[in-house]
């Protein structure tokens, strides 16, 4: 790697002030997965093969490192609502009546979403208890549930006056019998319900070819159930691949037109070379599962969505995500962010260490910025001592009262010089073997950025 001493200010993204926005950066030639992912665990980002760290004790908008523990996530009600969405076809717009306003989807994206864009349109369902006396059977794809009235009950009149109609509302002794099965078998009624709607639940599973071995067939629909039920097909395609340089085309196509309408960029700085030098180049060396891939959302054949990320040793970390602009009504934001979490819960079966979704960076100061909050329980890393602090609501409050703040509790761990590893001249050195003294003071920064035991990983370049 190459570090970069330079410290000049430039435009801020979030506040658009000129010249307040500062960073430390380096230049990564190569790198394995084991040592970014010990450099994200100290606040760095990458961004391309370019890779930074903000100096957040003196910039405009202090940005800490996010995480959100995977394996403990909770969904909320309205991402429930966006997972249901994307098999509610009645969501769909029709014509330009059918678009949601901008000014719609702005107050909506406030409360949900790590892209920036979220729907609350709920998918209808049809219960038993939906279903009026005068309808006797639901057709369903595997036969037809039949509903017989509840049992009659003898007309009794109460001391206050209750109806016979009245009566026959509090009862529950409602039977359920399928033509194709017995139609003597009694079934009681609540606890026959249920196991008739997952029965179907997962019928549909099998049919579609998908999994049903993680389903929880005993609980609320969870992010799982709701992920599995859905008609999209996600891809994983490693950048290195053949299969990579195949999709590049649709790739390209697809990021320019997300970035020319959601961002007003200009078509020449949506070229093939940014596109490539900004989401296709990876500093990452493959190695197994490990490195830099796309992930393919496709419907009904349809590239809508791609979403960025590197797989590391602990997490999949959130590299980038767009998506059609003609889909915006389906909430692809959110949608990206709760399938990249339920993908960590797939690697973890497979991998045990794998256990985060790191969603990049949280700028409380930027209301805009605040969404990734939304996944629980999220984390944000002290960029002083690097600890890891739950992101609730006594800690929002106090990043309410100051813009920068250190999470952690204690000082800072004294960094050695001593420990860096220097290329030079295609020579590996110790920095003692090194022994510059005009290069001590930059070189003891970087070390104090990176930390001792990256500084002994990673092989800094000097010429």
Excluded at 229 to 246: I, R
């Amino acid at each position: 790697m190459e570090y970069f001493a330079e410290h000049e200010g430039y435009r801020c993204g979030y506040c658009k002030s000129p010249n307040t926005n500062f960073s430390h950066g380096m230049w990564a030639h190569t790198c394995t997965p084991e040592v970014y992912q010990g450099l994200i665990d100290r606040g760095w980002r990458r961004s391309g093969h370019y890779v930074y760290k903000p100096t957040n004790n003196i910039t405009c908008c202090p940005m800490y490192t996010i995480r959100c523990n995977a394996l403990e996530f909770k969904i909320s009600k309205s991402q429930k609502k966006v997972l249901k969405k994307m098999n509610d076809k009645s969501a769909a717009p029709k014509g330009n009546e059918g678009k949601i306003e901008q000014q719609q989807i702005d107050r909506l994206e406030k409360g949900e979403h790590l892209k920036m864009e979220v729907s609350e349109i709920e998918k209808p369902e049809i219960t038993l208890s939906s279903v009026s006396e005068s309808d006797k059977c639901i057709p369903t794809t595997s036969g037809t549930v039949e509903l017989e009235k509840p049992e009659e009950i003898p007309k009794k009149e109460s001391e206050n006056g209750c109806s016979k109609k009245k009566s026959l509302k509090m009862d529950t002794t409602a039977r359920i019998h399928d033509k194709v099965g017995s139609d003597t078998d009694k079934i009681k009624p609540l606890q026959k319900r249920r196991e008739f709607r997952l029965q179907k639940r997962k019928e549909k599973l099998e049919k579609q070819g998908k999994p049903t071995e993680l389903l929880n067939l005993n609980k609320e629909k969870g992010l799982t159930d709701l992920i599995l039920e859905n008609d999209l097909q996600v891809e994983l395609v490693s950048v290195e691949s053949k299969e990579f340089e195949k999709y590049f085309n649709e790739l390209h196509s697809l990021y320019k037109k997300y970035q020319m309408k959601i961002h007003e960029d200009t078509e020449e700085e949506c070229a093939e070379k940014q596109f490539r030098r900004f989401l296709c180049d990876s500093p990452l060396v493959k190695n197994g599962p490990y490195g830099s891939h796309h992930q393919l959302y496709r419907k009904s054949g349809k590239l809508i969505a791609v979403g960025v990320i590197d797989i590391l040793p602990s997490c999949v970390s959130s590299v980038y995500f767009f998506y059609d602009p003609d889909f915006t009504y389906l909430s692809l934001g959110t949608y990206g962010a709760l399938h990249e979490i339920y993908f960590v819960q797939q690697l973890n079966a497979m991998f045990n260490n794998v256990k985060y979704y790191y969603m990049g960076f949280y700028i409380h100061s930027c209301q805009k910025m605040r969404y990734k909050g939304n996944y629980t329980p999220s984390y944000l890393l002290c960029p002083e001592i690097y600890q890891w602090r739950i992101l609730d609501d006594k800690l929002k409050e106090e990043l309410n009262e100051r813009k920068y703040m250190k999470l952690g509790v204690g000082e800072p761990v004294p960094q050695t010089v001593d420990d860096v590893m220097i290329l030079k001249s295609r020579r590996i050195l110790s920095y003692k073997e090194y022994n510059a003294k005009r290069d001590r003071e930059e070189i003891a920064q970087y070390c104090t950025l990176v930390g001792s035991e990256m500084a002994r990983k990673i092989l800094l370049y000097r010429k």
